[in-house]
């Protein structure tokens, strides 16, 4: 971190209380993804804790130096699996606090073959920290919960701590991409993003969905029921 690089992210001191993002759900797992959990995680899960030795050897994590994109909230995992299959020249960190998510990406992961996708189970944030500063060629957040009560607003993944933090794992020239499909955090985000000094957006505005983003399980959801989806990419200076 540079002078005028502020992260104050960076700055919370390890005591301070922490506030979750992330409702502690758990969620029932088939027989399946329960076996699929057991006999995946070794090859392909990274436990995030709190106290997750940094830094993080993504290098050693992968098995290769490659381009690593970080996704926040990988739900269950289709769309995750459908980007790195389409994208094998880099390497895909998911991260997920929902165990039968987990799973079945575990799952997918062996059903395709696919060697450049690794699943942290914890809090992303917790993961973020313990990464090298410029070490992420991107950032996923899609479609993160909400929380739209204004009193919840304070646990959005996205508000300007976090997205100070997250700009500061980006490689120079690394996009920060985020969808919503909920109208007034999509505003905050556009707001939190172009207030970044070290942020600049990609098209000035919300894009359209990029062709190389799936449509995501949630992002279905919300087109069925008529609520339009906004995407936002800002580029790390
Ligand atoms: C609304 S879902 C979207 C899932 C997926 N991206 C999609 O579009 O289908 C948001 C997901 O983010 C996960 N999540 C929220 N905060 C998180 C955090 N701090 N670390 C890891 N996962 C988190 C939740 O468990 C949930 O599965």
Request: net charge neutral; charged share 25%.
């Amino acid at each position: 971190m540079t002078s005028t690089d502020p992260n104050p992210a960076a700055t919370v001191p390890p005591h301070a209380p922490r506030i979750r993002t992330f409702h502690p759900r758990r969620g029932r797992m088939s027989d399946r993804q329960v076996d699929d959990l057991d006999r995946l995680w070794p090859a392909y899960g990274l436990t995030i804790t709190d106290d997750l030795a940094a830094p993080v050897d993504l290098a050693a994590l992968f098995g290769r130096r490659a381009p690593v994109v970080l996704e926040i909230g990988s739900g269950m995992g289709d769309a995750t699996a459908e980007m790195a299959i389409d994208d094998p020249n880099r390497d895909y960190l998911a991260v997920e606090v929902h165990t039968p998510g987990i799973a079945n990406l575990l799952g997918l992961l062996e059903r395709h073959d696919l060697g450049n996708v690794r699943v942290g189970r914890g809090d992303a944030l917790d993961l973020v920290r313990a990464l090298p500063e410029g070490s992420l060629d991107a950032v996923h957040v899609f479609f993160p919960d909400p929380w739209p009560k204004s009193r919840h607003h304070k646990r959005r993944i996205i508000q300007p701590a976090h997205v100070a933090l997250l700009r500061s794992r980006l490689v120079p020239g690394g996009t920060l991409h985020c969808a919503t499909d909920w109208a007034e955090y999509a505003g905050s985000m556009r707001e939190t993003l172009t207030a970044d000094p070290g942020l600049a957006d990609v098209h000035g505005g919300y894009a359209a969905r990029p062709a190389h983003r799936p449509v995501t399980k949630f992002e279905r959801r919300a087109l069925t029921a008529g609520r339009p989806v906004f995407d936002l990419i800002h580029r790390r200076a």
